[in-house]
């Protein structure tokens, strides 16, 4: 029987487990976590903060430009911009490699975390959006990736995602 204290250590433990394999995704592409430069500073948010009117870091530019990387997707499912981003979401996380910088944001669909996952980079420089959709266990890019992208979305998603990749690849 575990006591508070043990729980704490081991909630922390994985913590540090989860740290390590994000960072060491992010490395093998060439990018990695970086503290974010005062340019991209208002970045440091979680999604729905950037997205939401009334939240604090709201930025009408930034949502914009998601909803119109889901604008192809609207047309079949003019719900799923609001469906997907509905679960938890943790603060941005800045990477940085080959002199490019990206904000990446993981989200997942509320009480579907097992199938449906949202990994987002964000290029502050340009203003540029692009995303790897897993929507009930089928990928889809959003945004036109390139291939180096696209490597870095896929690590980012198995990094924050793990359940949900070994899930989806079960259910094939």
Known sequence: MMNKSTSR????????????????????????????????????????????????????????????????????????????????????TYLAGGGTGYVHYSICQAHQCDTTTLDILFDPARQRMIAKLLDHCTPQWLGQPDQNEMQLLDQRQRANHPATIDACAGAK
């Open 9 to 92: 250590r081991s909630a922390g433990a994985f913590a540090l487990i989860v740290l390590f394999a994000q960072t060491a995704c992010a490395e093998s592409s060439g990018f990695s976590p970086q503290p974010f430069p005062a340019s991209a500073a208002r970045y440091e948010a979680r999604l729905f903060e950037l997205t939401e009117p009334g939240e604090k870091h709201y930025d009408a530019r930034f949502s914009g430009e998601l909803r119109k990387l889901f604008a192809p997707l609207v047309t079949k499912d003019r719900k799923i911009l609001a469906r997907v981003t509905s679960g938890p979401t943790g603060t941005g």
